[in-house]
């Protein structure tokens, strides 16, 4: 039973150019979360996902950012015109149908995004 | 301090030694998670304790949570060299039952 698949792990991108970073969630999971951390620093939320559907995403940055969870294909996390302060690591994490308090959280391993 | 903050920052000890390590939160809370991270890897997921449950084992962990004081300790026994990571506590507040809130975690070194 494989984990959560988070892709690239290691990502380098210029000023202005766009990330795109990739989460299949566990299998028979159908929630998604989505987390950033940056140096130094625990684990900040993003947003919240289930198939088709943002459920929560106040902890997304107002411009640049966007996430979607398509029917079919992997959760994508994409950033527009990264800025150095961009740079962290971004965790995917999974959980399985139902509440999800109460429910463990998987997190992959995260993709670790660098910009020059 | 914030919701989910880990004390102490860093913690040094010899393998088989006992290692504690504190959560305090702010608000109500639903379930309380402890997480360990190795350097550039991902979060593995350690326990989880309820809001309702004040002591868990698991193998050399033992969690306790006391809601009053709105706080939580991590004990690892017998620590080992392969224990060294930081340490997480994650929170999810009454009324946002999804969105864990993560402390700035323990930096743990357990020297052979």
């Known amino acids: 039973n494989a984990g959560v698949m988070q892709n690239p792990r290691h990502l380098v991108r210029r000023r202005g150019q766009e990330a795109r970073l990739r989460c299949s969630p566990m299998k028979g999971h159908s929630h998604v979360y989505w987390y950033r951390q940056l140096p130094e620093e625990g684990l900040k939320f993003m947003v919240y996902l289930q198939k088709e559907n943002i459920i929560d995403e106040s902890g997304m940055p107002k411009e640049r950012f966007s996430a979607e969870f398509p029917k079919e294909g992997p959760s994508i996390l994409r950033i527009q015109q990264v800025v150095r302060g961009d740079s962290a690591a971004y965790f995917c994490?999974?959980?399985?149908?139902?509440?999800?308090?109460?429910?463990?959280?998987?997190f992959g391993e995260g993709s670790w995004l660098t910009v020059v | 301090s914030q919701q989910g903050e880990e004390d102490p920052q860093a913690l040094s000890i010899q393998e088989g030694e006992n290692a504690t390590m504190n959560c305090s939160y702010k608000?109500?809370?639903?379930?309380l998670q402890w997480y360990r991270q190795n350097s550039g890897r991902g979060l593995v997921h350690l326990i989880l304790?309820?809001?309702?449950?004040r002591e868990k084992h698991s193998g050399r962990l033992r969690v306790t949570l006391d809601t009053s004081k709105k706080s939580s300790s991590l004990l690892i026994t017998a620590s080992r060299a392969a224990d060294t990571a930081s340490y997480f506590c994650a929170t999810d507040a009454r009324g946002s039952n999804y969105k864990l809130t993560f402390g700035k975690g323990t930096l743990l070194t357990v020297n052979p």
């Open positions: 304790i309820r809001s309702n449950e």
């Open positions: 994490a999974s959980s399985p149908p139902g509440q999800p308090s109460g429910n463990t959280i998987y």
């Open positions: 608000t109500s809370i639903n379930n």
